[in-house]
């Protein structure tokens, strides 16, 4: 039978807007979450059922005798998913260290019956919170190992009473972790989020940086905005340079993360993330930080990003370092990182800061 000719057009005119809002939805939600629809790739996660992370850990880590012969399984066979998460009272190191016996000095592990196929490193921003800094610890450790990867955590610690600065913290973060290691991948880690499913694995995407925290219980487990990219996120070193880093200028809370985003696009790249259902995060409750207090000129920063992204970053890094050590769980690395800068009222005069 044939349409009659308005009909047609009207028929094309569906199709083609059909298209387009098909494109639109692949675009904004990933190709990936139309397969799992379709296919069902994987049944959702059920939170209400949660294992211990620690839970037959000893038992897959077999004796140091074994030798390694070959590389690890693409995925590790000793994922649990759902992993449960007590928060009412930080562990003390001991017991940390007495559950990983084979993390060794500076925070370093490799699984001992296979070769690790990723090596991570693992980069927390820190100064003054000790109790989140053993919770996550306690969390961690056992949940990257459960991953099978080689790694490595980093603590970079602000020293000093000046304004925190968590984006130029992860860059001296990155500049130091590549001292140690040829790192696969570099994880950028809030010290007061513990993921709460192993399936979210601390590797990298091949072509772009990873939002991982995407899915976090301080908003209700969904994201607060479309290009939010704080908390958690994983970048190759290549990636990494190829926005310049993370910018230096963010003083205080917030702004950076939007920035870094920004970088991304501009740069070139665009962002991925964890699914929203396997990407959940309990963040430890607390209040602003002294010396953390919201950084007022973000906004009017945020403007420039676009002009001065090239020149603020990996290559206009600079600081003290006051100590490298080795602690049992972590490599600590304390820095003096200067403080704020006096900004200029007027803002058509702001320049590098
Ligand atoms: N950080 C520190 N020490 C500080 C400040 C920040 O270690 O003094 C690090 C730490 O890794 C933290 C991250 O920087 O996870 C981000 O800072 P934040 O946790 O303060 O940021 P968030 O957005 O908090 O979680 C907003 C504070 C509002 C509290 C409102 C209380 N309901
Ligand atoms: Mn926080």
Redesign the pocket.
Known sequence: MFLARTDKRFFFLCLAASQFLFILFLYRRGVSSVFQGVFGARPQWDYSKTQDVYTNLSLFIPDPETVRTQYCPITSPILVGPLSIALTKAPNLKKIQLKNRYVTPGGYFSPRHCFGRYRTAVIIPHRNRESHLRTLLYYLHPFLQRQQLHYAIFVVHQAGNATFNRAKLLNIGVREALRYDDWDCLILH?V??IPENDYNLYICDEYYPKHLSSAMDKFQYSLPYWTYFGGVSAVTPDQFMKMNGFPNTYWGWGGEDDDIAMRIRLSGMSMTRTPLSMGRYK?IP?DRDSGNEENSHRHNQLRSTRKMWRDDGMNSLDFRLLSREKTQLYTNITVDIGEAPVMPTEPSRWRLF
Do not use: A, E, R, V
Request: glycine letters at 0%; aromatic letters at 0%.
């Open positions: 809030d007061d989020l963040m607390h």
